[in-house]
């Protein structure tokens, strides 16, 4: 299969995922997603990716698994040939207060949120040091910047992926490979839609609205595409949430 450029977004199927593999498919890329487990969600969001006029193909695997990960990657590697952008996105919340949350809790979100960026990075980016060229987009959150009271583990793993983020700039840069992180605030997704208080925060939100996925997968897409000399930076995507 040839591909002149492609696009892999993890947590792709859903939300914020599936908006920014829409989003890089109007870009012009081919766009693989990849998923957990609802395979029919995954299974509409590439046919809406070939209704723009692209390849898009989705994988099932569970980003905290290293094997899996390594697995599929590779044969992603090998059916396509490049990886020219990744977005870091799949993520979950389990939350509880610190006193309450036992280790369970603490290991699956630092697992799939934070583990999941070493394992599916490195082999991306080997492969993206012989192109020498490659974006990376790790999806943190503004509660990763602020910390937030029930998400210790969240805010944790996602505290991680921007020490993470900057790390991967100073390393990689010599090599054209940038790597950037947006950090969502409030958006309306299924992770969001038991939200209790929500009237509460909208108050903290300048714009007053909750973000849409779109609001977000358009911040990835510039980083992605148009920052080409933006590197190590977390771009928060909150409404003025927090100025
Ligand atoms: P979402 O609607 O719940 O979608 C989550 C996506 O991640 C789905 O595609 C899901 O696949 C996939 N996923 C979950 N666990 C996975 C695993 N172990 N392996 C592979 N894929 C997995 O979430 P969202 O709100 O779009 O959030 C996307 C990212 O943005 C997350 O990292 C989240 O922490 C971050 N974020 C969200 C908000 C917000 O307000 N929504 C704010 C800040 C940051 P299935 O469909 O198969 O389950």
């Known amino acids: 299969m040839t591909t002149e450029k492609l696009a892999l977004v993890t947590g792709g199927s859903r939300g914020i995922g599936k908006a920014a593999a829409l989003e890089l498919a109007k870009a012009g890329f081919d766009v693989v997603i990849n998923y957990a487990g609802n395979t029919e969600a995954a299974q509409k969001t590439v046919e809406e990716i070939k209704a723009l006029g692209v390849q898009g193909e989705a994988y099932k695997f569970d980003v905290s698994n290293v094997e899996e990960v390594n697995k599929n990657i590779a ?103 940038r790597v950037n992180a947006v950090a969502p605030g409030f958006i309306a997704t299924d992770m969001t839609k038991d939200l209790a208080n929500a009237d509460e925060y909208l108050k903290l939100i300048s714009l007053r609205r909750m973000g849409e996925a779109a609001d977000v997968a358009r911040a990835i897409k510039f980083l992605a595409v148009d920052g080409t000399y933006i590197t190590g930076q977390v771009l928060e995507v909150d409404g003025g949430l927090i100025i």
């Not at 799949?90 to 999941?116: C, H, P, Y």
């Not at 980016?125 to 974006?135: E, P, T, Y």
Request: charged fraction near 20%; avoid cysteine.
């Open 75 to 177: 044969s992603i590697i090998e059916k396509y040939g490049r990886i020219d952008v990744l977005v870091n996105n799949a993520g979950i919340t389990r939350d509880d207060l610190f006193i309450r949350m036992d280790e369970d809790k603490w290991n699956q979100v630092i697992n799939t949120n934070l583990n999941s960026a070493f394992y599916v990075t490195k082999p991306v980016v080997k492969l993206m040091m012989k192109q020498r060229f490659g974006a990376i987009i790790n999806t943190t959150s503004v509660v990763g910047v602020y910390g937030n009271v029930g998400q210790a583990n969240y805010s944790a793993a996602k505290a991680g992926l921007i020490g993470f983020t900057k790390s991967l700039a100073k390393e990689l840069g010599s090599r054209n490979i």
